[in-house]
């Protein structure tokens, strides 16, 4: 895509007009700088939440302390930027490159950062609860003290990342690599690192209590003072591992991956019926994604997957979730917030979670096929 260039004057022109967006001020304007080339702009302290910056062009940006709020900036080129203590919470960074980029202390709760390149960022310290890095690359990256509870991990390369002290309690890694990464006294409680590669990683006094290492790759691993209780090794490989102290059997069933869709569909209502048994207070809506496409196709419903609720008849999926929970769905939403609410609604209905910050044709499609299959 050829970039388009801003003037100073422009940019400063598109920023008056979406803070007036913003404050629903008659004029304003939604940020549109998809495709921008602003190689070494200064947006310290900017609030773009929301904005489109599709494409864009932030090589060696100065984004310190900026807001960017669920805005798009999906394939932008932000290397060797510095977005020390922004906020990119529920943002949609997939595809996007971020090498050598500072974020520390940055907030991305929820964002969107599949296939994202982060190799020799820094992001310690940086707030990644529930975010999306699935077939990541943090290759060399610095995630010390990190918060990723939560966060899909999914097929990561994590080779030689720190993430000394880090939190990833539930966090999904399954098949990540963290070939002689650092996890020394990281919290991996409950988390899933089926078939990960940790070869020659160090997991010193870190604590994996509850997870599930089947089929992990452990040779040459320090374990030295870590904390296995109620960890599954199954299958795992540990050659040479170090401070391992807990016996490793074969199981008595192979483990076997859901594959075809009446597999994926059992494997979903085991997680849901789990999840409701662990959470009686998180109210259930029979038949979720078939009400949603009710609403949206032939109930005078809207799907706008920018915000949660636009007005009472329109919401992206997610609020279509805990609009439709009632009562009991408004009371969650409060008591925690949209993105957690609609989060254990789906868990607990349907066993899945959709991804919040699709597009409005991507959501859609994911209802559509969803409900059928709840239909049959």
Not at 31 to 49: C, E, H, M, Q, S
Not at 132 to 154: E, I, R, T
Request: proline share 2%; aromatic share 2%; with cysteine.
């Amino acid at each position: 895509m050829e970039l388009r260039t801003i003037s100073t004057a422009d940019l400063a022109e598109v920023r008056r007009l979406h803070d007036m967006w913003r404050r629903d001020e008659v004029g304003g304007k939604r940020a549109n700088l998809d495709g921008a080339n602003l190689d070494g702009a200064n947006l310290d302290g900017a609030n773009l939440d929301g904005a489109n910056l599709d494409g864009a062009n932030l090589d060696g940006a100065n984004l310190d302390g900026a807001s960017l709020g669920r805005a798009n900036l999906g394939r932008a080129n932000l290397d060797g930027a510095s977005l020390d203590g922004a906020n990119l919470d529920g943002a949609s960074l997939d595809g996007a490159s971020l090498v050598g980029a500072n974020l520390v202390g940055a907030s991305l709760d929820g964002a969107n950062l599949d296939g994202a390149n982060l190799d020799g960022a820094n992001l310690d310290g940086a707030s990644l609860d529930g975010a999306n890095l699935v077939g990541a690359s943090l290759v060399g990256a610095s995630l010390d003290g990190a918060n990723l509870d939560g966060a899909s991990l999914g097929r990561a390369s994590l080779v030689g990342a720190s993430l000394v002290g880090a939190s990833l309690v539930g966090a999904n890694l399954d098949g990540a690599s963290l070939v002689g990464a650092s996890l020394v006294g990281a919290s991996l409680v409950g988390a899933s690192l089926d078939g990960a590669n940790l070869d020659g990683a160090s997991l010193v006094g870190a604590s994996l209590v509850g997870a599930s290492l089947g089929r992990a790759n452990l040779d040459g691993a320090s374990l030295v003072g870590a904390n296995l209780d109620g960890a599954s090794l199954v299958g795992a490989s540990l050659d040479g591992a170090i401070g391992i102290t807990i016996p490793v059997s074969d199981p008595a069933k192979p483990y076997v991956r859901p594959t075809t869709p009446e597999e994926v569909k059992a494997a979903r209502r085991a997680r849901m019926l789990k999840y409701r048994e662990r959470n009686p207070d998180v109210p259930v809506v029979d038949r979720l994604d078939a009400k949603i496409l009710e609403s949206v196709t032939g109930g005078g419903g809207r799907l706008e997957m920018s915000t949660w609720h636009s007005c009472t008849m329109t919401h992206c999926i997610g609020g279509w979730a805990i609009v439709h929970a009632g009562e009991a769905g408004a009371k969650l939403e409060a008591k925690y917030d949209s993105q957690r609410a609609a989060t254990m609604i789906y868990r607990a209905s349907t066993g899945r979670v959709p991804h919040f910050f699709a597009s409005n044709e991507r959501a859609l499609e994911d209802i559509k096929a969803c409900a059928a299959e709840s239909d049959t």
